[in-house]
């Protein structure tokens, strides 16, 4: 089950999912909010937290999930995943291509820089759901490219890999701000990679 955290927020943050089932974990923590009640009020613990990538609207709640659910038998706590491991806040990196288990579906990881460099999408075939960051959102719209990092050219690579690489029968697509998209999603990224161009 997947359920967007951060639905009802009204404080400027990313999405935060939860994405409960055999390994339950938070994707992006989001910030400016209390999450750690939301997750608690659903689910008695978290297995990771999987960051999309590092903007702080992102990461902003991380050290607070962190320490909220620090209660693993050695006082490891919950590992933090993410493609850049080389960061403090990031336990294991994922390399792209990897494969991850959310829930109860395993997600290859697709490193799409340009929006951010560290930037990852997550793509299910079986459950066909797409976690897709802030590349692209709902109407095609797409990740911004003009803060430190972001490029133009190559956002657009990453939305036409993302776009090759998903079926054409993506069920849902959960994006990092907005509304997750239900509704023919896959014409949603057709859109993002055509507006991408012309802006």
């Known amino acids: 089950m997947i359920s ?3 639905a009802d927020t009204q404080a400027f943050t990313s999405n935060a ?3 409960s089932g055999d390994r339950t974990v938070l ?3 989001g910030s400016n909010f209390d999450v750690v009640s939301k997750v608690r009020e659903r689910v008695d613990g978290l297995d990771a937290v999987v960051l999309t990538h ?3 609207d992102h990461i902003g709640n991380l050290s607070e999930v962190v320490a909220a659910f620090d209660d693993g038998p050695d006082g490891d706590g919950i590992e933090v995943w993410g ?5 403090d806040d990031v336990d294991r990196a994922i390399a792209d291509e990897e494969t991850v288990r959310l829930g ?3 997600y290859v990881a697709l490193h799409t820089p340009g929006h951010k460099d560290d930037h990852l999408c997550f793509y299910s075939p079986d459950a ?3 976690f897709a960051g802030d590349l692209v959102f709902q109407n095609g719209s797409f990740g911004r490219t003009d803060l430190e990092e972001g490029d133009r050219e190559t956002l657009i690579e990453s939305i036409d890999r993302v776009a090759d690489r998903v079926n054409g029968t993506l069920r849902e697509m959960h994006t990092g701000h907005g ?3 239900s509704n023919d999603p896959y014409s949603h990224i057709e859109l993002a990679a055509k507006m991408a161009r012309q802006a």
């Open 4 to 6: 967007n955290l951060a």
């Open 17 to 19: 999912f939860l994405v």
């Open 27 to 29: 994707v992006d923590t």
């Open 54 to 56: 590092t903007h702080p």
């Open 83 to 87: 493609y850049d491991g080389s960061r």
């Open 104 to 106: 109860d579906d395993e």
């Open 128 to 130: 066909d759901v797409l």
């Open 179 to 181: 509304p997750s998209v």
